[in-house]
């Protein structure tokens, strides 16, 4: 249950940022379906790809003090929009914005679900 309630948190958050952030738009009429869409992917590349990348840019991560993450977020959240039709990243600056976007909105909304015990 708390799986899918992340998602939908998830879903709401991506929903904000395309409100917010020029360039990022959700497309036709299977919106929702778009917006589930893209938090599966979102959530499964940052599984798998966004490890690898931090791996592989490790250096560059330690020499700009953890900053060079969001540059990481933002590739992998423009490479999950390319894979989601109806979901659409103009650019990596869009894609970089709306990845901040994603992880506040997602964060406020976290402080709703009560702790695991």
Avoid: K
């Avoid at 959700?26 to 379906?33: A, M, N, R, T, Y």
């Avoid at 989601?84 to 990596?92: A, C, H, L, N």
């Amino acid at each position: 249950m708390r799986l899918l309630v992340r998602w939908l948190f998830t879903s709401l958050a991506l929903a904000a940022a395309a409100w917010a952030v020029p360039g990022i738009r959700v497309e036709g009429s299977v919106g929702l379906l778009s917006l589930a869409g893209m938090a599966l992917a979102l959530g499964l590349l940052n599984a798998t790809l966004r490890p690898l990348l931090a791996l592989l840019g490790c250096g560059f991560v330690a020499l700009t003090l953890g900053i060079g993450m969001l540059f990481i977020n933002g590739l992998v959240f423009w490479v999950a929009g390319e894979l989601v039709p109806g979901f659409t990243v103009d650019g990596y600056w869009p894609a970089f914005w709306g990845a901040i976007v994603v992880s506040v909105v997602s964060w406020a909304l976290s402080i709703l679900l009560p702790d695991e015990q």
